[in-house]
């Protein structure tokens, strides 16, 4: 389960995790969700125990955070 800003909790039959949100700054959170997600089945489709998948997992969040453009002209 996501939990936004405070990252997300794994639970499993013989696990209960949970993987910290990276630190940033966001303009809006629309699809962190989503990309945690695919990212982590990415990462245990490579084969890692769901551990380690969970903590690589974070990595694209933040780059799916949308950023401030600069004005127009600027």
């Not at 039959?13 to 949970?18: N, W």
């Not at 969700?33 to 974070?58: E, Q």
Request: charged letters at 10%.
């Amino acid at each position: 389960m996501t939990l936004g800003e405070h990252g997300a909790w794994l639970e499993s039959e013989s696990l209960s995790l949970h993987v910290p949100a990276p630190a940033v700054r966001p303009v809006a959170t629309v699809g962190a969700g989503d990309a945690f997600n695919g990212a982590l089945a990415g990462a245990l489709a490579l084969g890692p125990d769901l551990p380690s998948a969970a903590h690589t997992a974070p990595g694209p969040r933040p780059l799916s955070l949308p950023t401030p453009r600069p004005a127009a002209g600027a």
